[in-house]
């Protein structure tokens, strides 16, 4: 599977962003997907993750209560609904797919990513 993530971009504190992250190759329908970010100088971070269905999602503390992850398998698309957005998410987003069950946080658990999408919140 390819996928391949956009919506990044430069956004005020405060702002709104919305992520997608469009598969080609396979379906997303039986895949968990994770979102993750990475700032300079950091590791990769886990920030959201949603199930095959949609029925279950997780969030990184940090965002919780800012951002929701979300799915439409008919359109094979993931999306990351990121509001109230603080310089501290300055990050590349990554995009990352695994064929199976449960939502985990660790980076090598994931065998698809995205070529990620840059995200910058000025103060």
């Known amino acids: 599977v390819q996928l391949q993530a956009s919506g990044g971009g430069l956004v005020q504190a405060r702002g709104s962003l919305r992520l997608s992250c469009a598969a080609s190759g396979r379906t997303l329908s039986t895949a968990t997907m994770g979102w993750f970010r990475q700032a300079p100088g950091k590791e990769r971070e886990f920030v959201a993750g949603?199930?095959?269905?949609?029925?279950?999602?997780d969030y990184a503390d940090s965002v919780k209560g800012r951002f929701t992850v979300s799915r439409d398998n008919a359109k094979n698309t993931v999306y990351l609904q990121m509001d109230s957005l603080k310089p501290e998410d300055t990050a590349v987003y990554y995009c990352?797919?695994?064929?199976?069950?449960?939502?985990?946080?660790?980076?090598?658990?994931?065998?698809?990513w995205g070529q990620g999408t840059q995200v910058t919140v000025s103060s």
């Open positions: 949603i199930n095959w269905s949609g029925v279950s999602t």
């Open positions: 990352a797919a695994r064929y199976y069950s449960g939502i985990v946080y660790s980076r090598t658990e994931y065998h698809y």
